[in-house]
């Protein structure tokens, strides 16, 4: 049982550059999540899909956008990779909105 | 303000010490508190969860709730160096399909046990 898999697990960018990371998760959740984790700062909530075919902005959605594929599977894309963007980047799933939260292991993404 | 504080630490104490944790938050509406141990190069991952005020304990582990204070800890008795990780506090307002209500984390406190 994996719970929420994200790929890769570590990325290099040039700035510039797009990527996409994945998340899937096989725990027949409705919700899932993206945040990024950078010291000091905790986790913050870029964007999030209650629901398959809905997806809302959390607190830092801007240079980023998501894809809702399926009910397993929860996508973000960087369009131009900017320095600012490096971090580590965790997917996040749960049954419904608000409940606990199952994450994966992470991608860590550096932009040089 | 912040809607969750959380004091980010780091905290050391030696093997066997009583370890609390805590946070303070804001929005007197939260109901769920939930506890999340992070593990270096890890996901968090989910310890415990309450609902409105009181105790939990499972195992080692005891939650609590002040609601009337706005304040959670997490207690760690006779705390392993196993136990050395971030741990984190999340909040929320409600389960009952709450469309587009995520959680609320704090910062994350840093805990070494030596041993």
């Known amino acids: 049982n994996a719970g929420v898999t994200q790929t890769p697990k570590f990325q290099v960018l040039k700035t510039g550059q797009s990527m996409t990371l994945q998340c899937a998760q096989d725990m027949n959740h409705n919700s899932m999540y993206w945040y990024r984790q950078d010291p000091g700062m905790g986790l913050r909530l870029i964007y999030y899909?209650?629901?398959?075919?809905?997806?809302d902005k959390g607190e830092v959605p801007n240079g980023y956008n998501v894809s809702r594929l399926n009910k397993r599977e929860f996508s973000l894309r960087l369009e131009s990779a900017a320095p600012s963007q490096t971090s580590v980047y965790f997917c996040?799933?749960?049954?419904?909105?608000?409940?606990?939260?199952?994450f994966g292991d992470g991608t860590r993404l550096s932009i040089l | 303000q912040k809607e969750v504080e959380q004091d980010p630490g780091p905290l050391s104490v030696p093997e066997g010490a009583i370890v609390s944790l805590n946070c303070t938050y804001s929005n007197s509406a939260f109901q769920y508190f939930m506890w999340y141990r992070q593990y270096s190069r890890k996901g968090p991952e989910l310890l415990m969860y309450t609902y409105s005020s009181g105790n939990k304990e499972d195992g080692r582990f005891t939650a609590q709730v002040d609601k009337s204070s706005k304040y959670i800890s997490l207690f760690i008795r006779d705390s392993q160096p196993s136990d050395s990780a971030t741990y984190l506090c999340a909040m929320s307002l409600a389960w009952e399909n709450q469309a587009g209500t995520a959680l609320i984390f704090g910062k994350g406190t840093t805990l070494s046990v030596s041993s």
């Open positions: 996040a799933s749960s049954e419904i909105s608000a409940q606990p939260q199952h």
């Open positions: 899909s209650a629901s398959e075919g809905t997806t």
